[in-house]
């Protein structure tokens, strides 16, 4: 899955139909094209994660001449999803041009965490660091020049409760010398405000075993081949349940619900990787959303977003709809062991960029879609030639609709089972919070909604380092609203 549409369009719609665009999960597992770095050592949107600088003193900072202040400035700590559940790879990378100073090392012995929960609670007792790194999800980058240092990073998660928590870790980099002979002590490497949210934990926990579920859900390069090595169709089985039910040296075979042939795969040294059948969990949230969604028609509050996976191989598509638009929902799954970024609340007045409020859900819930044929799609866009539109048809047509959240909470916020009341499409001075919620959406905040609603100032993210804000007197009424900035 890719990213929606690039930011050039962002000043042809107005926020409240742009909105829907941003609530769509940043996939982690994206590959970076071939050749992409040929000439450009700018790392592609992809490929970032929360980093910050290596920190030096105001000293330190004046004894370091300006190419060498440049080269400290591009040594980063990134922190990447790995292969295996709430495991990380933590790594400080070189990304700038020309001369390479000695590289820094990182002094793991004095490794330190913290894991704050959304009420301020320090979990960092949960937190592991090790020499040895994981294998990222994500590809390498192509565009970093030298990654110096990688470490594993294991946050256990038995014993937290479901939240948002905000990771910042710290290790002091030994001290070393610029080429004029300037020595640098005291540099720490360290990464902040790096997000993550924890689900409740699956009982049991998915396993390689007869009977473990998975979810049909194509991925760009996903083939699926029944028994006797025929294709099968990714229309006919897209979105459905797929069982575990056989398993021999040679091969893996898997029923799929409300279909008479079976999925055959080579057998894989990690179960939870396969492209295209992600694990399914069960648990209290998901059966809640289920019993309170299946079936029901559903509108969104700053409008709707979704993705088309087409029905022959290439990039899904990612569209938007709005917030006169419904979607029925036709079933809710949660997934195991996939890294998504996701973005709290919309994103307004901008197309894409960073999320200030971004963080990695390691476990989401897929929400399966009946988009109506008449839905008027504000617009769509994929990086496949041939994909086609959202209503197209051919081999570029829909196997199937869908979107994913993070949680009940993220998806609870984002749907209402009522059309919007109001015929303002866009903010106005003299609204209440209830308008602006059916217009923008919900604010970039975690926490309860009732929370929210008492809020006087609500902040949406914009184009970074910028926000969107609508400000509420003791009335409950807008004020003034408007981005903080705007890049020149």
Known sequence: ?????????????????????????????????????????????????????????????????????????????????????????????????????????????????????????????????????????????????????????????????????????????????????????????????????????????????????????????????????????????????????LMTPQRWTFSVEGFSRRIAIEPRSDWTQISGLPPLVSDANVTSLNERYDGKRVWGRGGLAALCAPGAAGAELSFGAPATESFIVKRVFRVYKSSYEFGIGPQVGAWSGGRQSSFVDESPVVIWLDVPKNTKFVSSGGYSPGAGTPSGSGDGACAAYFTMFSDAWDMDRAYTFSASPYAQSEVAAGMTREQVARILGYPAVYGPVEKIMASKAWRYDNLPPFSYWVYFDDNGRVTKFGTDGRLP
Request: hydrophobic fraction near 40%.
């Open 1 to 245: 899955m890719l990213r929606p549409l690039t930011l050039v369009f962002a000043s042809l719609l107005p926020a409240a139909i742009a909105s829907p665009f941003f609530v769509l999960p940043a996939p982690l597992k994206a590959q970076t094209p071939a050749g992409i770095c040929a000439g450009n050592r700018t790392p592609p949107p992809w490929a970032h994660n929360r980093f910050a600088d290596i920190k030096l003193s105001d000293a330190q900072r004046a004894a370091v001449r300006a190419n060498e202040l440049r080269f400290a400035a591009h040594q980063r700590m990134y922190i990447e999803p790995a292969t295996e559940p709430y495991h990380f790879v933590l790594s400080v990378r070189i990304t700038g041009e020309g001369d390479r100073p000695p590289t820094p090392q990182v002094d793991l012995t004095r490794f330190t965490a913290h894991l704050i929960s959304s009420e301020g609670r320090d979990y960092g007792s949960h937190v592991r660091i090790s020499a040895k790194a994981p294998q990222p999800v994500q590809a390498p980058n192509p565009c970093d020049t030298i990654v110096p240092f990688r470490a594993g990073l294991t946050i256990e998660t038995r014993g937290l409760p479901p939240d948002l928590y905000s990771l910042s870790a710290r290790a002091p980099i030994a001290s070393f010398k610029l080429r004029d002979g300037t020595e640098i002590t005291g540099a720490n490497a360290s990464v902040d405000g790096w997000h993550l949210y924890v689900p409740r934990p699956p009982r049991p926990a998915p396993a390689l075993r007869i009977g473990q579920q998975f979810l049909v859900l194509p991925e760009a390069s996903s083939l699926y081949y029944d028994e006797e090595g025929r294709e099968i169709l990714r229309s006919q089985i897209a979105m459905h349940p797929a069982t575990l039910a």
